[in-house]
């Protein structure tokens, strides 16, 4: 019964979770009381922002869902980054902003192939900014469907967060909804929706990574949506 209450922890979070529970004790140990009560709210928040739920992801091929927890910051028609290999033509954006209290695990947004991992270095502005697509350190990932279009999702650095950390390889497949890398600690994930896509999404909307729905790729939809959690 207990394991049912308890979420998973991020692998990377454990030695963090212990560096900030390690200072607590010291601080407990000392007596220093003032600095105790800090720095045990720290400790748990950080079991709390290293938290893996498991996500009921849809099995729908003709859906997009959300590559992160977070609110929508913005949905806007925007170049997509070079890398990515979208062309040069304009596509919609949909910017999810993850606060230091979201998951912070992105997840595919369908089922592919990888095809682009890139990497690029750059500032740390506020990540709900419009330049922070532009100008922030980011990872961009392109994944190959079944039936060929290319989707776009990129992990945008913020001004809290310091480390982007991404576990896929081009050539790798995965399925919707898998786990493909995670940011610290505060930051933002853009999804690069292909044309003639129907966006279902607007901003001020809370997502759920690996669950809600973005978008519909087909007008209509035979497939039945069911759900599996991993």
């Not at 992160?68 to 304009?90: F, H, I, N, S, W």
């Not at 209290?101 to 682009?116: K, L, S, Y």
Request: with cysteine; charged share 20%; glycine share 8%.
């Amino acid at each position: 019964m207990l394991a049912n209450f308890l979420i998973p922890i991020l692998d990377d979070g454990w030695r963090f979770i212990a560096i900030f529970a390690a200072v607590t004790f010291l601080a407990a140990l000392t007596g220093l009381a003032w600095l105790f009560w800090p720095l045990m709210l720290l400790t748990l928040w950080s079991i709390y922002f290293f938290r893996d739920p498991p996500r009921a992801v849809p099995q729908d091929a003709g859906v997009l869902i959300a590559p992160a927890d977070g609110l929508v910051q913005m949905v806007t028609d925007a170049v997509p980054p070079a890398e990515l290999g979208l062309g040069d033509a304009p596509l919609t954006r949909v910017s999810i902003f993850l606060s230091v209290f979201d998951v912070h695990i992105n997840r595919t947004p369908c089922a592919g192939t990888v095809e682009v991992v890139a990497y690029r270095p750059g500032r740390f502005m506020n990540a709900a900014t419009d330049k922070a697509s532009e100008d922030n350190e980011r990872m961009a990932i392109a994944l190959r469907r079944p039936d060929g279009r290319l989707i776009g999702c990129v992990q945008i650095a913020g001004w809290v967060a310091r480390r982007i950390v991404c576990y896929i390889k081009p050539g790798q497949s995965l399925v919707a909804g898998e786990r493909f890398g995670h940011i610290r600690f505060g930051s933002r994930t853009d999804l690069y929706l292909p044309t003639g896509a129907r966006l279902l999404v607007a901003p001020g909307q809370r997502m759920i990574g690996g669950e809600t729905v973005i978008a519909e790729l087909d007008p209509v939809i035979s497939t039945p949506r069911a759900a599996i959690e991993f």
